[in-house]
C-alpha cells in the first residue's frame, strides 16, 4: 500500500497500498436492505464479548482446521448497498474438533455446513462471536475427522461507504464502482475466511453483476456466461496468496492496454471520460515491470496486472496482486492540469505497487510485526525503478524527502521500532506510517549501500527464491543476505553478521547523533542517541556504516561498534563531511570551526558536495537547533549562506524549515517578531526569486519549475510585494477564465491570494472546486482555501470540507490547508474538539491513519505546555484506541516546541535584530 493520506496533498512538495462456478447458486435479485442486521439466519447464535477461541487480547486465529482453497461466489451491484456471496472453503483438519473459528464481519450467515473426507454434511448448531476481534466460532454436532473436508457457507454482507473492505466509491450523481480495500483485515467483510498473511490458499472467484458493467479480479477470464440483464464472470485460479491481496472491482469502466516483451498484458482502467489519462501511469508500468523481473531475477508470476483508478480511496494505492487500486491523481496525468510533483508521485507510486508484486506478494510477511518488509521494499524499489526509467526526473535527490519524514518521526520518544510488536491485527494501522515506509526504505538503502548492490540484489534473489508463495520474516531476509556475504567471502568491517548491525536499527526505537572532532591527524568519532529538549541520555548503541569525505576528496568508511572510534586521516586533511550522500541514517555534528569551515566551503568547486550533501548538511543542523543541541541563531546564520543555492530539493527543506520557525514564532510575546522574521526570510529569498522570475517558460526544466512554486509560495506567506501583487492579477484572472495558472504554481498562487484577500476570493476558489472533475486540482484548491487568516472565513473552510461536496478521503487536505497560521490553528483546534464525535464516528470504519490526521491538525503547531496539556486531557476524556500512539507523539511534539520557543526566542530575536538588513530595526 502506498503512503498515508497525510502524505497527499497534491502540488505541495514532498518537502512540506481451472475455476468452479458457483454462479448458479446467487442469481437472485439484491434486496434493498438499509441496515442488515448482524447475525446469523437459521442458526442459534451466541454473542460474547470475548471468545475463549479467539481471544479479543489478540491471539492468532487456531489451526486445527486450516484452508488451502476457497470457492467464492459474489453477486454484486454497484448501486445497491446488499451483496449476496457463497463461499466453498477446501480444508485440513490436523486434529479431532467440533469447532472451527474464522474471521468474519458485518456479514450475515445464512447457513454453514461442513462436509469430511466421507462425504457426509453436518450443519453448525451454535455460533459464537467476539466482535472485538472479528472472529465467529462455528460449532458442529460431530467432530470432524482428520483429514480433508469443505466448509461451505451462503451469507450476504454490506457494501459500504467507508473506502474500506467490499465498498461503493461514487463515481458520478448516478453511477457507483463496487471496489475492494481488504489490506490489513477487511477480506472478512467480504467472504468468510482465515484472514491473516500467513494463512495462504489458492482463490477461484466468480463475480455475478448486471451485464453492462466490467469485472475484474486478480488473475484472467477463465469464462464468463450471460443470462437475462446479468452476467457470471469466472476467473483463473489464483496462486496461493494472503486473503489481503484478493481483490474484485465492478464498474462501468474502459481501459487502455500494453503488453511486456514476455507477455504480461498491463491494462489502466479509468472511466471512460479520464481513461486517456492513463496513458502516462501505463507507461510506467510496461518499465518498472520487466526491471523488477530483471531485478529480482524472477519472472512475473501472472500473465495480466491490471491498474484501476478509485475516485474515493483512502490511501495511494494497495498492490492487489495483478489487480492494483490507485486514487485516482496517483494514477491519472492531465497533460494541462497534473504539476511535477504530482506526475512524480504517479511514477512512484506506479513503480512501488508494481515492485509489491514480486515483494510482498510472491512473498508476504508472516505477520504484520514485519509490515516493513513490504512498505519498506516497495518504498526503495519504487526510487530504484524510477531512476532507470526517467533518469532526467534526478529522483534520488527526492528520497531525501523520504529520509527526513522518517527521521524526524523517530526522533520523537513516542516512536516506535521498525519492527514493531503487533498483538491485534488492527493494530496494524496505527504502523502504516513514516517508520514502516520512510525510515524503512533508508536502513535498507544504507545496508544496500554497505554491502555493495551486486551482493544485495542477490540476496534478495535467494530470499524470494527460498519463500516464494510463501511467508518471511526480517530474520529471513538477513539470513538469505548473510548466505551470500558467505558465499562470496566479503568481510564485514566488524565481523559481526548482518543480524547484528541491522538488529540495532530495526528493533530500538530512535536513531545516533555521531558528533566529529578533528586532533593532529585523526577524527574522533562519538554516537549518543538522538533526544530533544535535554533529555536524559540512551546507553542505546548501533552498528553505524560510518562513512565520511574528506578534504581532498577522500571518502572513507568503517563499521562503528562503540561509543567511540578513532579513524587516522589522510594527510592535510583540513575537514571531513559526516554521511556523504546521506546514506546512513544518522544525524552529524560537528564542532563550531568545522561547520564553519564546511560552510565556507559549500559552494567550492574543489569540495564538490552533492545535492544531498547540501541537504544533509542544513537538515542536520535544523533538527539539532530544533532538539536543543545548538542555538538556533546558528541555523539562521546557515540560511544565509545558502542563499545562492540552486536545488529545489535543498530549497525545499529550508523553506520547510523556515516555516516551522515562523509556526513557532508566531507564538512569541513579542507580537512584532513574527513579521521581522518574515523581512528576514524575505531578504534569504530574494536573490533567488529574482533570478527565477514569475513566468513559467517553456523551455524551463522540472527542478526549476518546483523551484519556483516553491520560492513564490514562501514569499506570498511572507507578504512580498510583488509576489503579492502578481498573485492576486493571476488569481483573478484563472478565476475569470482569462488565463490559466500554470499547475506547478497553483498552490502557491492560491494560497497567496487567499491569505491576502477575503471572501470574494474564497467563494471564488469554493466555485472552482465545485466546477473542477479533476481530483488533484481539486485537492489543490481544498488546500489553497485554508491560507486564510480571517477566523469567520477558516471556519467556512472548515465547514465546506466536511461538507456534501468533499469526499471523505479529501477532508484531511481542507482542515491541513488551514493550519498554516496561528489563527489557523486555533480555530482548527476548537472545530476538531467540538466535532470530534462525529468525525470519529463518520471515519470509525476507516483506517487510523484518517482519524490520526485529524489530531495532527488539530494541534500539531502549537508551542505551549498548556496546549499540550489539552490535547492529553481531551482524549482522556474521548478515548480513541486506533490514535493513542499518534496522541503520545502529537503531546510530545508540541511540549517540545514549547521548550524550543523559551529556550531560543531571545537569541533569535536579537540576531534579526543585529542583521545587515537595517530596516528590521524599524
Known amino acids: 500500500m502506498f503512503r498515508s493520506i497525510w502524505n497527499l496533498i497534491p502540488g505541495i512538495p514532498r518537502s512540506h497500498l ?29 454473542v460474547s464479548p470475548a471468545s475463549a477461541m479467539a481471544s479479543a487480547k489478540g491471539s492468532r486465529l487456531d489451526l486445527e482446521v486450516k484452508p488451502f482453497h476457497y470457492t467464492i461466489g459474489i453477486d454484486v451491484n454497484p448501486e445497491e448497498t446488499v451483496f449476496y456471496g457463497e463461499a466453498e472453503i477446501d480444508v485440513v483438519v490436523d486434529g479431532n474438533t467440533r469447532n472451527v473459528t474464522i474471521n468474519g464481519h458485518d456479514l450475515t450467515i445464512k447457513t454453514c455446513t461442513f462436509t469430511n473426507k466421507h462425504g457426509k454434511t453436518n450443519a453448525a448448531i451454535n455460533t459464537l462471536i467476539d466482535s472485538e476481534s472479528e472472529t465467529i466460532t462455528f460449532s458442529f454436532e460431530e467432530e470432524f475427522p482428520v483429514g480433508s473436508g469443505k466448509l461451505f457457507f451462503e451469507y450476504h454482507g454490506i457494501l459500504n461507504d467507508f473506502m474500506r473492505g467490499f465498498y461503493r466509491s461514487k463515481l458520478s450523481e448516478s453511477q457507483y464502482m463496487a471496489v475492494t480495500q481488504f489490506e490489513p483485515v477487511h477480506a472478512r467483510s467480504a467472504f468468510p475466511c482465515w484472514d491473516e498473511p500467513a494463512i495462504k490458499a489458492t482463490f477461484d472467484i466468480t463475480l455475478t453483476t448486471p451485464k453492462h458493467y466490467t469485472a475484474l479480479s486478480n488473475t484472467p477470464v477463465l469464462r464468463e456466461t450471460q443470462r437475462n440483464d446479468k452476467k457470471s464472470v469466472t476467473f483463473m485460479r489464483t496462486p496461493i496468496m494472503s486473503t489481503y491481496l484478493v481483490a474484485f472491482v465492478v464498474a462501468d469502466i474502459a481501459y487502455i492496454s500494453g503488453t511486456t516483451a514476455k507477455g504480461v498484458e498491463i491494462r489502466v482502467y479509468a472511466t471512460k471520460d479520464k481513461v486517456d489519462q492513463g496513458h502516462f501511469a501505463l507507461e510506467v508500468a510496461l518499465k518498472s515491470l520487466p526491471l523488477c523481473e530483471k531485478y529480482f531475477g524472477i519472472d512475473c508470476p501472472l500473465k495480466k496486472c491490471d491498474l484501476v483508478a478509485v475516485a474515493d480511496f483512502e490511501s495511494g494505492a494497495m498492490e492487489n496482486w495483478g489487480l492494483i487500486t490507485f486514487r485516482d491523481e496517483c494514477i491519472l496525468v492531465d497533460d494541462k492540469k497534473t504539476s511535477t510533483d504530482c506526475l512524480h508521485n504517479v511514477a512512484l507510486t506506479v513503480a512501488h505497487e508494481v515492485s509489491h508484486q514480486w515483494f510482498g506478494n510472491l512473498v508476504t510477511m508472516e505477520w504484520w510485526t514485519d509490515l516493513w518488509l513490504n512498505e519498506g521494499f516497495a518504498s526503495l524499489m519504487e526510487f530504484t525503478i524510477v531512476d532507470q526509467c526517467y533518469p ?18 523517530d526522533a520523537l520518544d513516542n516512536s516506535h521500532p521498525i519492527e514493531v510488536t503487533v498483538n491485534r491485527a488492527h493494530e496494524v494501522d496505527e504502523i502504516f506510517d513514516s517508520i514502516s515506509y520512510n525510515k524503512g526504505s533508508a536502513v535498507i538503502r544504507m545496508l544496500r549501500d554497505y554491502l555493495g548492490t551486486d551482493i544485495f540484489r542477490e540476496g534478495l534473489h535467494t530470499y524470494l527464491r527460498k519463500h516464494e508463495y510463501a511467508n518471511a520474516t526480517t530474520d529471513d531476509l538477513w539470513k538469505s543476505l548473510q548466505c551470500v556475504v558467505s558465499a ?14 541491522m538488529d540495532s536499527w530495526t528493533k530500538q526505537v530512535g536513531f545516533p547523533i555521531v558528533s566529529v572532532s578533528l586532533k593532529g591527524n585523526s577524527a574522533y ?13 540512551s546507553e542505546a548503541l548501533w552498528n553505524i556504516p560510518l562513512s565520511f569525505k574528506c578534504s581532498g576528496g577522500e571518502i572513507i568508511s568503517s563499521l562503528m561498534t562503540k561509543k567511540t572510534h578513532v579513524v587516522v586521516l589522510p594527510d592535510k586533511t583540513q575537514w571531513v563531511k559526516l ?28 569540495a564538490k558536495f552533492s545535492v544531498a550533501d547540501r541537504f544533509s548538511l542544513q537538515n542536520d543542523v535544523f533538527a539539532l537547533a530544533k532538539a536543543g543541541y545548538i542555538p538556533t541563531v546558528d541555523f539562521l546564520r546557515l540560511m544565509r ?13 529550508l523553506i520547510s524549515a523556515a516555516n516551522q520557525l515562523a509556526a513557532l514564532l508566531s507564538y512569541a510575546e513579542d507580537t512584532k517578531l513574527p513579521g521581522l522574521y518574515e523581512e ?43 509576489a503579492v501583487t502578481r498573485a492576486a492579477s493571476d488569481f483573478e484572472a484563472h478565476c475569470l477564465g482569462n488565463a490559466i495558472i500554470p499547475a506547478d504554481l497553483q498552490v502557491a498562487v492560491m494560497r497567496t491570494a487567499i491569505k491576502h484577500g477575503g471572501a470574494n476570493e474564497v467563494d471564488q476558489l469554493k466555485r472552482l472546486f465545485k466546477q473542477s472533475d479533476n481530483a488533484e486540482e481539486q485537492d489543490r484548491i481544498l488546500h489553497s482555501l485554508g491560507a486564510t487568516e480571517n477566523p469567520e472565513l477558516i471556519l467556512d473552510v472548515l465547514e465546506f470540507s466536511v461538507g456534501p461536496d468533499v469526499r471523505n478521503q479529501d477532508l484531511v487536505s481542507g482542515l491541513s490547508g488551514c493550519c498554516g497560521s496561528r489563527v489557523g490553528q486555533e480555530e482548527v483546534c476548537r472545530f476538531v474538539e467540538s466535532r470530534w464525535n462525529e468525525l470519529r464516528g463518520r471515519f470509525s470504519q476507516t483506517a487510523a491513519s484518517t482519524v490520526a490526521s485529524f489530531v495532527r491538525c488539530g494541534y500539531a503547531r502549537f508551542a505551549s505546555h498548556e496546549r499540550a496539556d489539552r490535547c492529553r486531557d481531551f482524549f482522556a476524556a474521548n478515548p480513541t484506541q486506533t490514535v493513542a500512539r499518534t496522541v503520545e507523539q502529537v503531546v510530545e511534539s508540541v511540549r517540545m516546541r514549547a521548550d524550543w520557543l523559551d529556550r531560543d526566542v531571545a537569541g533569535i530575536k536579537e540576531f534579526i535584530k543585529s542583521t545587515d538588513n537595517r530596516k528590521l530595526n524599524k
Open 18 to 46: 481451472s475455476g468452479y462456478p458457483i454462479s448458479s447458486r446467487i442469481t437472485r435479485a439484491p434486496i434493498r436492505h438499509a441496515i442488515i442486521p448482524k447475525l446469523f439466519n437459521n442458526i442459534h447464535t451466541l
Open 392 to 409: 532526467e526526473y534526478n529522483i534520488w535527490d527526492e528520497f531525501l524527502f523520504t529520509y527526513s519524514r522518517g527521521i524526524s518521526l
Open 488 to 501: 562470496k567471502s566479503v568481510e564485514d568491517n566488524s565481523g559481526d553478521s548482518i543480524k547484528a548491525i
Open 525 to 537: 568519532f562519538e554516537q549518543n542517541k538522538f533526544v530533544t529538549g535535554g533529555k536524559k541520555e
Open 579 to 606: 554521511n556523504p550522500d546521506c546514506i546512513g541514517f544518522y544525524r552529524s555534528r560537528y564542532t563550531s570551526d568545522t561547520l564553519e569551515t564546511l560552510l565556507a566551503n559549500l559552494y567550492s568547486p574543489d
Open 641 to 653: 549562506v545558502y542563499r545562492d543555492e540552486t536545488s529545489h530539493i535543498v530549497w525545499g527543506n
Open 680 to 722: 528576514f526570510c524575505k531578504e534569504v529569498l530574494s536573490g533567488v526569486y529574482e533570478i527565477l522570475g514569475w513566468v513559467t517558460r517553456e523551455n524551463d526544466s522540472p527542478e526549476t519549475r518546483m523551484l519556483r512554486a516553491s520560492v513564490i509560495q514562501c514569499l506570498g506567506n511572507c507578504g512580498h510585494s510583488d
